[in-house]
């Protein structure tokens, strides 16, 4: 089977915000919403806002999800009520984030270690390190590992539920 193009456009984050307002969901917080766009990326949270969805094919949000408490909940039906720091939660792990940025900084500092050392301890690039120290991309599940095998009192730290 020939391989067929990719004729959609990139969309930039807040394309992405206003697309999914166009559809339906409510987003009370642009500043938030960019975050974990950019955290985690649009497709990932897909599958979180599928069960939303009243059209799959268009994918219009249904008009009986509501949002509570400024933000602080996700309601739909009488199915599920869950509070959205739990759904980030779930988003997170989905994805692999598996520790926080200032975690991954405080274990470097402990172990006195450079980014240079940081890289050859994790055998990774010392590009990936500032990019996890600084919070620019998220700690994959691997590395998070690596560094509980390095150091396991960084465990306490570690957002990981092993």
């Not at 009370?28 to 766009?37: E, G, I, P, R, S």
């Not at 994918?59 to 509501?66: C, G, L, S, Y």
């Not at 010392?126 to 095998?149: E, F, Q, S, T």
Request: hydrophobic content about 35%; aromatic content about 12%.
């Amino acid at each position: 089977m020939p391989k067929q193009p990719y004729n959609k456009p990139a969309l930039t984050v807040d394309q992405q915000i206003d697309q999914l307002r166009n559809r339906g969901m409510v987003i009370d917080d642009t500043t938030q919403a960019k975050h974990y766009l950019s955290q985690i990326n649009y497709y990932r949270l897909t599958a979180y806002w599928l069960p939303f969805e009243s059209d799959h094919a268009t994918h219009d949000f249904q008009k009986r999800v509501n949002n509570y408490y400024y933000g602080t909940d996700v309601v739909w039906s009488d199915e599920l009520d869950m509070p959205a720091d739990t759904l980030w939660r779930l988003a997170q792990e989905q994805s692999g984030v598996t520790m926080t940025a200032e975690a991954f900084h405080h274990w470097r500092e402990r172990k006195a270690y450079t980014l240079d050392d940081a890289a050859a301890a994790l055998g990774i690039s010392r590009r990936m390190v500032a990019y996890y120290d600084h919070g620019d991309k998220p700690i994959p599940r691997v590395v998070a590992l690596a560094i509980l095998a390095l150091d396991p009192s960084s465990r306490a730290e570690s957002s990981m539920s092993l």
